[in-house]
Structure formats: C-alpha cells, structure tokens
C-alpha cells in the first residue's frame, strides 16, 4: 500500500514537471488561426488572448514567452532574442481586442492546460487533464463537422505530440496514477 503511494507520487511529480516544461517551452501541439496568425500552443492561444484584452501586464506575458523564445532560437540556431522585444516577435503589438468565438473549446482548454500545468507542480490537480480533453474536443470537433464556416479545414491541426501531453496530463493526477498502479499489482489470493 505504501508503495504505491510512493510511486504514484513520484511518477505525478515527474509527469507533472514535463507537462510544465511542454506547455511553458511552447512545444507545439496543434495549429489553429488565432489573432497573431497561427498559434501552435496553449500558452500563445492564453497569451493572444490575455494581451488583447489587456487584463494582465504585458510584462507578465513577457515573462511567460520569453522561455519559450529561447528554446525556439536554441532550436533553431539563431541567435537568443531579445527580452525587451519579446512580444514583437509573436506579432502581440498587432493584435486586436475583438474576442474569436471560433475555437472556444480550444480557448478554455488552453487556459485550463496552462493553469493545470503551473498547479500541477505544487499539487495533484485535474485542470491540465481538462484542458488538455477540451482542446481535443474542440480540434476534433472542428475537423469533423466544420461548424465554424472556415474554408480551409487544414487550417485546424493537431500534431502528435498531442499525446504526449495527454499522457503526461493524466500521469499528473497522483490519485489516478495511484488506482492504476494498485490495478497492476493486485495480490494473488491463494485458494
């Protein structure tokens, strides 16, 4: 019993640390239009979003990108950005305050997804997971009925790295993790 809380423990603390470092180094996980042309993370669909509504500093925003721009350019080889001109390089500056109902599911999953990935290192939370199936719905949703009127359906994809961060999201709920750990070592009764 005690060893199963340990292990669901570890595997939610090491999963949940992945799952931060995927969501705030912006790996991509899908491609939707959004306000800065195409956003390929839940960080930059919050950010779009935060920054033309102009709730949250633009420095706050700043700080949040800028991990995410570095392992861009290291990536890359190009030179480390600037953190002054952070913004500028995701066309944030250009960005209008009119809210995309379009991608909604996407919207909500990816606040879910960044909230659930920053909780997720000081506790056991179901956020990321939500987020995580709400972005799915909405790109699933999208691709199979086209609801949204959009003349190019490829504009709406999702990359296989989708999966890992599922995978990741459900391994970072320690309760989860524990039933499933008890499910592969139930004891043998003897008869």
Same mark, same amino acid.
């Given at each position: 019993?005690?060893?199963?809380?340990?292990?669901?423990?570890?595997?939610?603390?090491?999963?949940?640390?992945?799952?931060?470092?995927?969501?705030?180094?912006?790996?991509?996980?899908?491609?939707?239009?959004?306000?800065?042309?195409?956003?390929?993370?839940?960080?930059?669909?919050?950010?779009?979003?935060?920054?033309?509504?102009?709730?949250?500093?633009?420095?706050?925003?700043?700080?949040?990108?800028?991990?995410?721009?570095?392992?861009?350019?290291?990536?890359?080889?190009?030179?480390?950005?600037?953190?002054?001109?952070?913004?500028?390089?995701?066309?944030?500056?250009?960005? #209008? $305050?009119? %809210?995309?109902?379009?991608?909604?599911?996407? &919207? @909500?999953?990816?606040? !879910?997804? =960044?909230? /659930?990935?920053?909780?997720?290192?000081?506790?056991?939370?179901?956020?990321?997971?939500?987020?995580?199936?709400?972005?799915?719905?909405?790109?699933?949703?999208?691709?199979?009925?086209?609801?949204?009127?959009?003349?190019?359906?490829? #504009? $709406?994809? %999702?990359?296989?790295?989708?999966?890992?961060? &599922? @995978?990741?999201?459900? !391994?970072? =709920?320690? /309760?989860?993790?524990?039933?499933?750990?008890?499910?592969?070592?139930?004891?043998?009764?003897?008869?």
């Amino acid at each position: 019993m005690a060893s199963s809380k340990k292990w669901a423990k570890s595997i939610s603390r090491k999963a949940s640390f992945v799952f931060f470092l995927l969501i705030l180094l912006q790996i991509p996980l899908f491609r939707i239009p959004c306000r800065l042309g195409i956003c390929k993370s839940p960080l930059q669909v919050t950010s779009s979003q935060l920054i033309a509504s102009q709730y949250v500093p633009q420095a706050v925003m700043k700080v949040l990108l800028y991990p995410g721009a570095v392992g861009k350019a290291i990536y890359k080889a190009k030179p480390l950005p600037s953190y002054s001109k952070v913004l500028n390089l995701y066309r944030f500056k250009k960005a #209008s $305050a009119r %809210m995309e109902y379009y991608y909604l599911e996407v &919207l @909500v999953g990816s606040y !879910f997804a =960044v909230a /659930g990935a920053f909780l997720g290192l000081v506790g056991s939370w179901r956020l990321g997971i939500s987020g995580i199936l709400l972005i799915i719905w909405g790109l699933a949703k999208e691709a199979f009925l086209g609801q949204h009127g959009i003349k190019n359906r490829s #504009s $709406a994809y %999702m990359y296989p790295t989708m999966s890992i961060a &599922l @995978v990741l999201a459900f !391994f970072s =709920v320690k /309760g989860d993790v524990q039933k499933l750990i008890r499910c592969f070592t139930a004891k043998r009764k003897d008869v």
